[in-house]
């Protein structure tokens, strides 16, 4: 069925007119995010964007009552974020952006709305940080944590997403409200399982369901200290500013190995040592447009074979410490790791931008340069 005038008014009442359309012009902005896919892109019937949990559900009963289909997105970063079928509304959660930081508990209550560049500016002020999921900074911090995979630049210090999730509100497919945990017997927060069998499973897994079991109003995640300062210290302007940390408890190291099997096993040799915030691997084209800010930059540096070159088997380690004294001591077991297997240092010109594009490790703000 399409969305009848009759329908499209029951959703008006629920969440005012100026919170609901179905104007050709912005459907067509609400289709498709990636060009190349083959798969033809289907018009969603209305897009409506509810304020609250409450009117989640309600929506979801109309829905379930008129036999339309929904999909619950924020920043749509993700294909499967848009219509694959007709007789779909796109439930938008941007206006759903309160926050609770429970500062001496270490985790923080937040809606969909809530974006990784709003969350970890806040988090640091406080002196705590989180794995931010690698997105770049308009990526919902909620449908990380609790409806995807999540994963991060910094998973060798922090782990992933999976493991940081606490309590959760859930509308099911139903549109009943249901809280996971703590929260449904009143008790805080603090934790996604409770009396009888855990749900979370359902809702997270290992990498998330996508949106495909309801949709999650309001979760809390677990913080963790931040041991650099509190507010990013920076030069110039997006795209092109600097910013540099303290480099006596902050650096990232660039390495290139022998073999990609060299690189594999001091990846796992450091994860053994138990150092390290982020210890990655991306090969040169990647690193080429994740540190250049237009096409004709990226063309110009590809072009100089320099990333060809030295970026063909290479790991990059950030080592983040609360003094220069565990730096001082993860510094030496790295360089021991790296010597063992091979690796030696990149060409100075690469360390360098890596010295000045700390955000990448901690913020992921190069990401939003692509």
Request: charge should be negative; aromatic fraction near 8%; proline fraction near 7%.
């Amino acid at each position: 069925m399409a969305l009848t005038r009759a329908v499209y008014a029951e959703l008006e009442q629920i969440v005012g007119a100026e919170n609901i359309s179905d104007q050709p012009h912005v459907l067509a902005g609400n289709r498709h995010t990636m060009p190349e896919s083959a798969r033809k892109p289907v018009s969603p019937e209305a897009i409506v964007l509810p304020a609250n949990t409450d009117e989640v559900a309600r929506i979801v009963k109309v829905c379930n009552r008129h036999g339309l289909r929904f999909i619950p997105i924020v920043s749509g970063l993700i294909s499967f974020a848009y219509p694959a079928q007709p007789d779909t509304i796109i439930i938008h959660l941007k206006r759903m952006n309160h926050i609770e930081f429970l500062d001496e508990d270490c985790m923080v209550i937040l809606e969909p709305g809530i974006r990784h560049v709003q969350l970890q500016p806040e988090a640091m002020r406080r002196g705590l940080t989180y794995p931010a999921a690698s997105v770049g900074p308009g990526g919902t911090v909620l449908g990380n944590f609790a409806c995807s995979a999540g994963d991060n630049h910094n998973q060798n210090g922090g782990s992933r997403a999976n493991r940081y999730l606490l309590g959760i509100e859930w509308v099911t497919p139903e549109g009943d409200v249901v809280r996971l945990g703590s929260p449904g017997t009143g008790s805080g927060w603090f934790c996604a399982d409770g009396p009888g069998p855990s749900l979370r499973g359902l809702i997270r897994g290992f990498s998330g369901a996508m949106g495909s079991f309801g949709i999650v109003t309001r979760i809390a995640i677990g913080l963790e200290p931040w041991s650099g300062p509190k507010v990013m210290p920076h030069e110039g302007r997006t795209p092109n500013y600097v910013i540099r940390l303290p480099q006596d408890t902050h650096r990232a190291f660039i390495f290139k190995f022998p073999t990609l099997d060299a690189v594999r096993d001091a990846m796992l040799e450091i994860g053994k040592a138990e150092i390290g915030a982020g210890v990655i691997k991306y090969f040169n084209c990647t690193a080429a447009l994740l540190y250049t800010t237009s096409a004709n930059e990226f063309h110009e540096l590809w072009d100089s074979g320099l990333f060809q070159r030295e970026l063909a088997m290479p790991l990059y380690v950030y080592l983040a410490t609360h003094s220069a004294r565990e730096m001082a001591y993860q510094r030496r077991v790295l360089d021991d790791i790296v010597q063992e297997f091979g690796g030696e240092p990149v060409d100075p010109r690469i360390q360098r931008i890596c010295d000045d594009t700390m955000d990448f490790w901690v913020l992921l703000g190069s990401l939003q340069r692509v």
